[in-house]
Nanobody, 122 residues
């Protein structure tokens, strides 16, 4: 059983930056894919970024050029660096992991963290 713990959320003004962290309870190198999702009130969960073990990455169009996903296998941690934040980025952000699948579709992932709130004010 894998556990994921997110941290780093908070409140910032538009144009600001935050870095989210997600630490896994297992060796990160054994995990096929790590990803970040977000869900705003009244909206469906949306894939934000994913990074596979082979280092390939995927981003949803709205965050390309602003967000960067990275993995630190030595720390069993995946990060989401978020720059130039916009009010529409406000959501609960979730870390997800799966041994076998990757991508930005939520139903693919087996393991989920509890989420960390990101609020961006204009």
């Amino acid at each position: 059983q894998m556990h994921l713990v997110e941290s780093g959320g908070g409140s910032v003004q538009a144009g600001g930056s935050l870095r989210l962290s997600c630490t896994a309870s297992v060796y990160l190198y054994s995990i096929g894919c790590m990803a970040w999702f977000r869900q705003a009130p009244g909206k469906e969960r949306e894939g934000v970024a994913a990074k596979a073990r082979d280092a390939s990455t995927s981003y949803t169009d709205s965050v390309k050029g602003r967000f960067t996903i990275s993995r630190d296998n030595a720390k069993n941690t995946v990060y989401l660096q978020m720059n130039n934040l916009k009010p529409e980025d406000t959501a609960m952000y979730y870390c997800a992991a799966d041994y076998y699948v990757c991508g930005l579709l939520a139903p693919k992932y087996t393991y989920w963290g509890q989420g960390t709130q990101v609020t961006v004010s204009s």
